[in-house]
């Protein structure tokens, strides 16, 4: 599926957003490619296997180019042991507020400790409500791109 990725994130500041989530699902991704101008991503969430490809994002960090499908968890498994720099896991919450629904990621491993929130928009000018967790946004930083995290960890910071 090839779409344009509109999203913000931010840290969260209290895990009081476990209470208000609907769903939780273990992820392990690797990168294949770290390139800023095009990342491949391998993904195993839950059962299920993904392979994704996103271009450059835009002035904001809001906007991106995305390309993703499912593979068998099997191709995936593979492609994870050919990923380079650390594989990322993590535990995502989904967490419906509004007319959005924010997906918070809590890392382990090396990034253990950084807790992240992101919310997809329609428009990089959306108007979204903001949960009382919500912390200091970090929209377009690039240290919190989950490839860069691959290389350069939360906890060697």
Same mark, same amino acid.
């Given at each position: 599926?090839?779409? &344009? ?6 840290l ?12 939780q ?5 690797g ?5 800023? #101008? ?8 839950g059962?299920?296997g993904?392979?994704?490809? @996103?271009?450059?994002?835009n002035?904001t ?19 994870i #042991? &050919? ?10 919450y989904?967490?419906? &507020? ?6 918070? #990621? ?14 997809? &928009?329609n ?12 912390? @200091? ?13 691959? @290389? ?6």
């Open positions: 599926m090839e779409h &344009l990725e509109i999203e913000r994130k931010f969260v500041a209290s895990n009081t957003y476990k209470e208000q989530a609907t769903s699902i273990r992820i392990v991704q990168f294949l490619n770290t390139h800023p #101008d095009r990342t491949v991503r391998v993904r195993i969430k059962n299920k993904f392979l994704a490809v @996103k271009g450059t994002s002035e960090g809001t906007t991106r180019f995305e390309w993703e499908t499912e593979i068998s968890i099997n191709e995936a498994t593979n492609l #042991d &050919l990923c380079e720099g650390a594989i990322l896991e993590k535990m995502r989904e967490i419906p &507020l509004g007319a959005h629904t924010f997906e918070v #990621d809590e890392f382990f491993g090396e990034n253990k400790g950084l807790v992240m929130a992101e919310v997809e &928009l428009h990089e000018d959306e108007v979204f409500k903001k949960p009382d967790w919500l912390g @200091k946004e970090v929209t377009g930083d690039i240290r919190y791109y989950n490839s860069q995290l691959s @290389k350069n960890p939360f906890n060697t910071w």
